[in-house]
């Protein structure tokens, strides 16, 4: 999945001070800030930074106040002149431009939406949304009729004559945000764009953003001090920290998979029921049964893996038909009734379903759930145990071996527990020595993803049910890996 | 012990000759204009009846003030009770030298004020200038302008010119460089040029900082019409002068009063002028 790259910017370097060169040349050297900060009295904005953004992409830029984030974003449009460095939008260097190049670029590609609304105070506003087209020379008529649908966009129609000061601060940033919108550029800079809303206005503002941005398919660089926003918003984020980026990843590999101590406590906290997604959290679907294969293999398999219930797949696609009973099977293997009527259907959820809206669904499921794309291939499966040990992570990413104890100290019940209620329960919940391989546990590289259930001991009398069929594994054993659709999530 | 006496006088005198004899002809060139541009004006002032005048006056008060009842109503008390002292033909005559003195130290003050304000170098250059221009003792610089444009109106005005100035200087540059940053980024970022950034952003922002540099410049030129008065200037002031060297109380708190109706009528007009 080849994306467009819109913009790239490449070893950028701030440096604020009269001798931006020396500093360079330290920095080269390896001093640290501080020392440069020392001996210079220069401060360094942005170091050496590098990064691609794609095509439509919402590109959001993270960090603590000061780490350098609006000094980068008013790099991109050169309100800030970068010291060092090239940024290509579409492949034109603007670092290198002349005025009136760049003055060509700033009116046909580039947005900018500022924290503080930043409205002409002396205009209406249809005039503050079509002053991108007014200094552009565009007709009247024609600059109105263009800011009229830009304000509409943003559901201000009705107050094109309204005066800026009439405006609470949530119909303000539309404005901001029709005025960026009015010229129609490819790439939006929103600069902290939300944060002086109060939180309601704001989280409808993101949604908002999320809409339009679905509609609009512009390329968004988003800065935001804000986690949450940033998680919400952003395809993918860049964490920044005194100048430099340490992370860049989507909301998914930050919070799973933090790069260093600084990511993982700034992700610390953050619910992530709302970020991680069922992608995140499921297992490899391990194992399954073709659908060609038949209730002794199925049987054969359960019984293997110590499982009570199976998802029966088609094809190499893994198009899932639905999931088999052991009962089922096994009562099957008696009556000789045909494989296909056995096969349940399960509710399932796509790949990229948040995980607070699993839990409800898996709380009140009696089997795995299988996590199912739009082409009904099987990704692969959730499981209780998964989704609280996920969660669990959010109380100390930075410590693994707590979280341990976390998951399989709350007694998960774990794959165990699909099987049929009746017979097993209460017996096969998961004691805490019996789950090493939970997911969470020494997984902090992030290796969620593809990691096979642990295997579970399941109790005597099922085993002993299995021995009654004895006979018939033997039989279809050899033609059960050739049907067999493993691995490759 | 013995440090020469620096001949500060002597050179300021020797520059004033120097510029009189080598600049005489520019010097009586500017003259002429400015005195033309005096005449002109008093002629336009008084070209209508007093009644028509205050009429046109006190309906644009009215305006001017936002349907300013109060406004219109005192501007109109306040000329009929100069006419009545018979005062109108000195007080169009010092209207006349006061508000061609204020254009000019507008149209040459504006600019300059943004001009320091977009750039450091004479914004430094020009402030202990500006200093000099407000504290100096007017008197002090009457003596120069008295040699360069002799007897008159004009150097009235240019006195008056140096003195009202430095406001409007400080208040436009304070102005442009009080228009908050995001403002100027705004600008900046949609790809406005250099001079649509001033004329569609700044200035319009620093209006109300501007309109009250114009205000203060209008109210110091009002203030110095006596002062003008002593190297022949005429007008009001000349009439406050006459009625102190002959002690004529009456005479010179007629004349004063009448200064005072239009310093506090012009006050109030450019104060409402300014949007807010
Ligand atoms: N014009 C400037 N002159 C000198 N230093 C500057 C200037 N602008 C920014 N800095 C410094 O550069 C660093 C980065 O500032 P920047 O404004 O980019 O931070 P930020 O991440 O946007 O922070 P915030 O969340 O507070 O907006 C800070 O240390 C700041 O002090
Ligand atoms: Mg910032």
Known sequence: MDRKVKLEIRNISKIFGKNPLKVISLLDKGYSKDEIFEETKQTIGLNNVSFEVYEGETFVIMGLSGSGKSTLLRCINRLIDPTTGSILIDGQDIASMDAEALRKIRRSKLGMVFQNFALLPHRTVLDNVAYGLEIQGVKKEERYAKAGIAIETVGLKGHQQSKITQLSGGMKQRVGLARALANDPDILLMDEAFSALDPLIRSEMQDELLSLEDAMQKTIIFVSHDLDEALKLGDRIALMKDGEVVQIGTPEEILTNPADSYVSKFVAGVDRSKVLTAEAVM??????????????????????HGISSIFVVEGKNRLLKGILMIDDAVDALKSKK????????????????????????????????????????????????????????????GDTSDLETEATGAEVKNTAEIESPERISGENTVESGNAPESPVSGEADGELKGKAPPEIKVNRDLENKDLENKDLENKETGSVDKELEVNAC | MLIPRIPIGDSVEYAVDWIDDYFGVVLDLISDQLDFLISALKDALLFLPPELFILGLSIFAYFAGKRNVKLAVGTAVGFLLIQNMGLWVLSMETLALVLSSAMLALVIGIPVGILSAKNDFLNHAIRPVLDLMQTMPSFVYLIPALIFFGLGNVPGMIATVVFSMPPTIRLTNLGIQQVPKELVEVAEAFGSTGWQKLVKVELPVALPTI???????????????????????????????????????????????????IAVVLDRITQHLSPR
């Open chain 1, 338 to 397: 045909s494989f296909e009527s056995l096969i349940r259907d399960v509710p399932s959820v796509p790949p990229e379903m948040p995980l607070n809206e699993i839990i409800p669904l898996i709380a009140g499921s009696e089997y795995p759930l299988p996590v199912v794309n739009e082409s009904g291939k099987l990704k692969g499966i959730i499981v209780r145990g998964t989704v609280l040990g996920a969660l669990a992570m959010s109380e100390d990413t």
């Open chain 1, 283 to 304: 297992w490899r679907p391990e194992p399954l049964v073709s659908i060609n294969s038949g209730p002794r293999v199925a049987v054969q398999l359960m019984k293997e």
């Open chain 2, 211 to 261: 309109m009250a540099g114009v205000n203060q410049c209008i109210m110091l030129a009002l203030s110095m019409v006596v002062i003008a008065a002593m190297i022949g200037a005429r007008g009001l002031g000349y009439q406050v002068l006459f009625g102190i060297q002959r002690v004529d109380i009456g005479l010179g708190f007629e004349a004063g009063l009448g200064i005072v109706i």
